[in-house]
């Protein structure tokens, strides 16, 4: 039994609880997933997917994991347990200020040249994958301290996930302390407010950093994206690496889609696009310039 498995049946009280998610039953779910989602689950990941949907058997009272199985495929589970069990099944491991360079090149590159090329509009940039908020805040927080001196620098943010359960805590925007220690004092001060709370310090982002910023849900294996916008910037880091090369080549296309001609895409530090046919230029690791 692995360490999550045993803590979640130790805090729910299933220790009696002996049922296992079996290899038939496993491969329905990872077809499922990877077909719906683009998210490779291979059987390595068998037990982990056990551990993580024991709490959820528990909460809809099941005794086992075929029942679920059958209620999560029936015309109401499809319409009831999705979102539940897309909030089990995806990873969502972020950070304020995650992989920095990004943030460097954005500062010192790409809106000094949006500035010196004129350009009067809305500076448009999309957190694909956003998780719990923190990329997309680390943007606003470099967008409001780039706008403090310009003041007609206008921008707007949009933030996309298919966990819900990670949107609803991007849209509260309060963080354990400990997540923004690493932050500089000056930018901490600015755009973050402290909870009076000792025994549970938190933060709070400033209204400031919420100003410009939408979120929603949006699965990137969609065929075409419910989003209207050219964007100046993506974001999409740490997102293709669940996907197979194939998902990830049509993933970045459709993103490429809503990308201005000139703008530029952030990938993960783990991530790479070499062979790929898509309409990217290289420009330094992991940074891309749509051509
Ligand atoms: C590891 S987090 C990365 C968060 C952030 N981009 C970063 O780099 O810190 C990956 C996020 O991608 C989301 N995700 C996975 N599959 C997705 C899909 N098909 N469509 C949209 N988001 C997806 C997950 O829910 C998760 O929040």
């Known amino acids: 039994m692995?360490?999550?498995?045993?803590?979640?049946?130790?805090?729910?009280?299933l220790e009696c609880f002996k049922a296992e998610l079996t290899e038939k039953d496993f491969g329905v779910f990872s077809k499922f997933i990877y077909s719906e989602y683009g998210i490779k689950m291979p059987p390595v990941k068998r037990i982990m997917l056990q551990g993580r949907l024991l709490r959820r058997i528990r909460e809809l009272k099941m005794n086992s994991y075929s029942e679920y199985k059958d209620y999560f495929f029936s015309k109401e589970g499809q319409e009831k347990e999705l979102l539940h069990f897309l909030n089990v099944v995806t990873t969502n491991k972020t950070d304020f200020f995650r992989e920095s360079v990004h943030f460097i090149f954005l500062n010192e590159n790409v809106l000094?040249?949006?500035?010196?090329?004129?350009?009067?509009?809305?500076?448009?940039?999309?957190?694909?994958?956003?998780?719990?908020?923190?990329e997309p805040y680390t943007i606003s927080?470099?967008?409001?301290?780039?706008?403090?001196?310009?003041?007609?620098?206008?921008?707007?943010?949009?933030?996309?996930?298919?966990?819900t359960q990670m949107l609803e805590r991007a849209a509260k925007g309060v963080y354990q302390a400990s997540r923004v220690e690493s932050i500089p004092y000056e930018l901490k001060r600015r755009y973050f407010l402290k909870s009076k709370d000792t025994s549970n310090p938190?933060?709070?982002?400033?209204?400031?950093?919420?100003?410009?910023?939408?979120?929603?849900?949006?699965?990137?294996?969609?065929?075409?994206?419910?989003?209207?916008?050219?964007?100046?910037?993506?974001?999409?880091?740490?997102?293709?690496i669940y996907f197979d090369r194939n998902t990830q080549e049509k993933v970045i296309n459709k993103l490429c889609y809503h990308l201005k001609k000139g703008g530029h895409f952030f990938i993960g530090h783990s991530e790479s696009l070499s062979g790929m046919n898509v309409p990217l230029k290289h420009i330094k690791p992991t940074i891309f310039e749509k051509l």
């Open 112 to 134: 000094p040249n949006y500035i010196e090329n004129k350009n009067n509009g809305v500076f448009k940039v999309w957190s694909a994958g956003c998780s719990s908020g923190e």
């Open 2 to 13: 692995s360490k999550e498995e045993q803590h979640i049946k130790q805090e729910s009280g």
């Open 141 to 163: 927080i470099v967008l409001n301290d780039f706008a403090l001196n310009r003041p007609n620098f206008k921008f707007s943010i949009l933030g996309t996930d298919i966990s």
């Open 202 to 240: 938190t933060v709070r982002v400033s209204p400031q950093l919420q100003k410009n910023l939408s979120l929603n849900y949006l699965n990137l294996m969609d065929s075409v994206y419910g989003v209207n916008d050219q964007f100046d910037v993506i974001f999409c880091r740490n997102v293709l």
